[in-house]
């Protein structure tokens, strides 16, 4: 296990360096996040992993309060952990369970917000390693899946929050409207000028008339191989 501070404030994250980690998407959706819901926001993280984007929301004073979903009991009780170690347990909840199967704790609420860093690949091959093939593929849920389910739990006109691989737009919004969530603002990622999107951050709302925003992209890299000032101000500054 390695700990570490996970922003500028002093909140720390626990990780394994054998198993998934939490990386620039996590922290960038966190960002998209704190700009999209108001203060009081009843937010639900589906797939949470680590917990890193209900504890960087919170300790931003993002949501009234964060529930989090996690499929894997291994990082379910990680997420715990990290939060406790956080002092944040009075406004993170974990949940361990699957999100095609709600919990019933989860079913009888309606969210403004529900966010997901979801494995980005289709389901494919499967690594050695059964719980980074789970984290990166789409091994126990699919896109539709998370859609039917998100729309189930979200209040109407909340939001449905992520970020994804850019090539998989298409989908996202598919599934988004065959669920009646909108697509309402997507912003496009890309690691540096010059180079093919391969991120996406997208917000849908409910039952929302249909109208799509497509922000400023967002650059990672600048030329000299450093974080640009925008993502500077991202990981440095408030969210």
């Known amino acids: 296990m390695v700990c570490f501070e996970c922003n500028t404030q002093g909140y720390q994250i626990i990780q394994n360096i054998d198993h998934f980690r939490y990386g620039t998407d996590a922290v960038l959706l966190s960002w998209y996040v704190a700009c999209k819901v108001y203060s009081k926001s009843h937010i639900i993280d589906i797939g949470t992993g680590t917990g890193i984007i209900p504890i960087l929301l919170a300790a931003n004073n993002v949501g009234e309060s964060i529930d989090a979903l996690e499929i894997q009991d291994y990082y379910a ?10 002092k944040l347990d009075h406004k993170i909840n974990v949940f361990h369970g699957d999100m095609r199967f709600l919990p019933e704790e989860i079913i009888k609420k309606k969210y403004d917000a529900v966010i997901s860093n979801p494995p980005y690949m ?19 849920w699919s896109m539709q899946e998370f859609m039917k389910s998100a729309s189930k739990i979200m209040k109407d006109k909340g939001k449905c929050i992520l970020i ?25 990622i890309y690691p ?3 180079k093919n999107a391969n991120l996406v951050l997208v917000e849908g709302v409910k039952n929302g008339k249909p109208q799509l925003t497509n922000e400023e992209p967002l650059i990672i890299y600048g030329d000299d191989g450093g974080y640009t000032d925008e ?6 500054g408030r969210l």
């Not at 494919?124 to 091994?139: C, Q, V």
């Open 192 to 194: 540096k000028k010059g």
């Open 122 to 140: 289709r389901k494919s091959i499967h690594s050695s390693n059964e719980a980074l093939a789970i984290a990166r593929h789409e091994i126990t």
């Open 77 to 86: 009780d990680l997420a715990r952990r990290n939060i406790k170690l956080n």
């Open 164 to 188: 994804h691989r850019a090539d998989r737009i298409v989908d996202i919004f598919y599934y988004m409207r065959l669920h009646s969530i909108e697509p309402k603002s997507m912003r496009l």
């Open 231 to 236: 993502v500077l101000r991202i990981y440095y």
